[in-house]
């Protein structure tokens, strides 16, 4: 079972570089959603999905932007990477009438 | 708006203890509420959860039970193994308002530390 797989595990940019942070499912869920997880801060909300074609922001949205074409892909892109945005990033999903959020394995983004 | 507090880490116990972490929230309507387990360099996973108010959620000897009158969701576990050493979130799911979309709320984690 695949469940939430994203990609890639570690990555390192330059200030200034763009990227995409790749998200698939294969559970069929409705919604999916992009975390930040920094040290004494918990999980923060990036941009969620309720549905294919619908995206909508979270706590900190800024400087993240988002796309849902499909229902298994939520790919989450850096337009242009600043050291504020080095952090732990996992990608979740979860069914309309479950409320269990099941997570990918997180990327490690390193900001220099 | 929708809030978690969770007990300050990090929490160090010798095996075999007894656990208790401390878990209040703050919400609006009747969220359903969480408690997910990250092992180091994992993603999180749902360690139990509970719907509704006086529900127990249960799992690999771990209890939290949804007490509505105190706003709380204390996570316990009577004898703790080196195995549960990670990184604990409480949670809490509840509905947006004007419509049927949800949003999880995290509380800041706690890390256990289970000595032999």
């Known amino acids: 079972n695949a469940g939430v797989t994203q990609t890639p595990k570690f990555q390192v940019l330059k200030t200034g570089q763009s990227m995409t942070l790749q998200c698939a499912q294969d559970m069929n869920h409705e919604y999916m959603s992009w975390y930040r997880q920094d040290p004494g801060m918990g999980l923060r909300l990036i941009h969620y999905s309720v549905g294919a074609g619908i995206t909508d922001q979270g706590e900190v949205p800024n400087g993240y932007n988002v796309s849902r074409s499909t229902t298994e892909d939520f790919p989450l892109r850096l337009l242009s990477a600043a050291p504020s945005q080095t952090s732990v990033y996992f990608c979740?999903?979860?069914?309309?009438?479950?409320?269990?959020?099941?997570f990918g394995q997180g990327t490690r983004l390193t900001v220099v | 708006g929708d809030s978690v507090t969770q007990m300050e880490g990090p929490v160090t116990l010798s095996e075999e203890a007894f656990l208790t972490i401390n878990c209040t929230y703050t919400?609006?309507?009747?969220?359903?509420l969480f408690w997910y387990v990250q092992y180091p360099g994992e993603g999180l996973q749902l360690l139990l959860k509970?719907?509704?108010?006086?529900d127990k959620g249960s799992n690999k000897g771990f209890e939290a039970t949804y007490r509505k009158e105190t706003t709380s969701f204390h996570l316990e576990k009577g004898s703790v193994q080196v195995s549960d050493s990670a990184v604990y979130f409480c949670?809490?799911?509840?509905?947006?308002?004007?419509?049927?979309?949800?949003?999880?709320?995290f509380g800041k984690g706690t890390l256990l530390t289970v000595n032999p």
């Open positions: 509970a719907t509704k108010a006086d």
């Open positions: 919400a609006t309507g009747y969220p359903s």
């Open positions: 979740a999903s979860s069914a309309r009438e479950s409320p269990e959020a099941f």
């Open positions: 949670a809490l799911r509840e509905k947006l308002s004007g419509g049927s979309n949800y949003k999880l709320t």
